[in-house]
Nanobody
Framework: EVQLVESGGGLVQAGGSLRLSCAASGFTFDDYAIGWFRQAPGKEREGVSC????????YYADSVKGRFTISSDNAKTTVYLRMNSLKPEDTAVYYC???????????????????WGQGTQVTVSS
């Protein structure tokens, strides 16, 4: 059974940092891409950052480039999202998702991902 469990969300002031974790199990981690998505109230779910577990290729949405860093610990089958310089507009429920992918391919949109975690709330106060 595929499981994705997010943790690390919380309340932080603008300019602060958080690190989200996505612990994955139930599939061959090295064959999958893991993505972080977020959904704010009244808005569509959007891609934030994604990583190919096979070769470490990464993708970042323009809104988070230079502030967020995605990384993968394949031994622990865990993906992290380090979020620095947080802004109130980063407030959302953050989800991690997984999909099988060929080496070097990084799906970046919601419909390309097959498995989803339950989400973790990130709230940035101004």
């Amino acid at each position: 059974e595929v499981q994705l469990v997010e943790s690390g969300g919380g309340l932080v002031q603008a300019g602060g940092s958080l690190r989200l974790s996505c612990a994955a199990s139930g599939f061959t981690f090295d064959d999958y891409a893991i993505g972080w998505f977020r959904q704010a109230p009244g808005k569509e779910r959007e891609g934030v950052s994604c990583i190919s577990s096979s070769d470490g290729s990464t993708y970042y949405a323009d809104s988070v480039k230079g502030r967020f860093t995605i990384s993968s610990d394949n031994a622990k089958t865990t993906v992290y999202l380090r979020m620095n310089s947080l802004k109130p507009e980063d407030t959302a429920v953050y989800y991690c998702a997984a999909t099988y992918t060929e080496a070097g391919d990084i799906p970046t949109v919601v419909f390309e991902y097959d498995y989803w975690g339950q989400g973790t709330q990130v709230t940035v106060s101004s």
